[in-house]
């Protein structure tokens, strides 16, 4: 089944210990993407990926990193999370980025609290 | 500040009526939208997109217009169905990259 996976679902974390949060798709995406839900803010584009080796930030990078060494992953790092960080997560991905006809499918979120 | 509004928090129609769900964006540069539809505890689905060279785009009961001058989109379902409730975002982008997403509206379909 084509899909979007994120791991893990829920996670209750301590401020300053650091966390990854995994995204792998299986469709063979060249572009891929990390945002972040907050009440009364939509999604906002945290970092996005055009290609392996090619990544760039998006609308609110601050305190966050990634990585894309292989097509189908890219890791959403919080090196230090702070509680301002606690959110819903979704990665979501494409064929390829830019104007085009292709859909984005997403995952189904990771839910991150920071105490 | 918000480049991409969605004013109307929340939607509620008869089903088999139409469901006009609209959306502002300040960014005349902006050249890509997108609308998605998300249930609770899910992730956001894909519905329809727009480039501006277009002002109306459609598949299947669902029909984007895109009106440029105004800076302004909708979503247009017709006919509406119980299943199409959930919260509906667009969403804008300048080269189809990084994107600006609305609030949210969330549409209940009434049987």
């Known amino acids: 089944e084509a899909q979007v996976t994120q791991n893990p679902r829920y996670l209750i974390t301590v401020t300053g210990k650091k966390l990854t949060v995994t995204c792998s798709q299986n469709?063979?995406?060249?572009?891929m993407s990390w945002y972040r839900q907050d009440p009364g803010l939509g999604l906002r584009q945290i970092y996005y990926?055009?290609?392996?080796?090619?990544?760039d930030k998006g609308d609110v990078p601050e305190g966050y990193k990634v990585s894309r060494k292989e097509k189908r992953n890219f890791p959403l790092i919080l090196e230090s999370p702070s509680p301002n960080q606690t959110s819903l997560y979704f990665c979501?991905?494409?064929?390829?980025?830019?104007?085009?006809?292709?859909?984005?499918?997403f995952g189904s979120g990771t839910r991150l609290t920071v105490v | 500040d918000q480049q991409v509004k969605q004013n109307s928090p929340s939607l509620s129609v008869q089903e088999g009526r139409i469901s006009i769900l609209n959306c502002d964006y300040t960014?005349?540069?902006?050249?890509?939208f997108l609308w998605y539809k998300k249930y609770p505890a899910e992730g956001p689905t894909f519905l329809i997109s727009?480039?501006?060279?277009?002002d109306k785009n459609e598949d299947g009961r669902f029909t984007v217009f895109l009106n440029k001058s105004a800076k302004h989109l909708s979503l247009h379902i017709v006919p509406s169905q119980p299943g199409d409730s959930a919260v509906y975002f667009c969403?804008?982008?300048?080269?189809?990259?990084?994107?600006?997403f609305g609030t949210g509206t969330s549409l209940t379909v009434i049987p």
């Open positions: 727009i480039s501006s060279i277009k």
């Open positions: 969403a804008a982008s300048v080269a189809g990259n990084q994107f600006y």
């Open positions: 960014n005349s540069m902006f050249d890509y």
């Open positions: 979501a991905s494409s064929l390829r980025g830019g104007i085009s006809v292709y859909g984005y499918t």
């Open positions: 469709m063979n995406h060249e572009y």
């Open positions: 990926s055009m290609n392996v080796e090619v990544t």
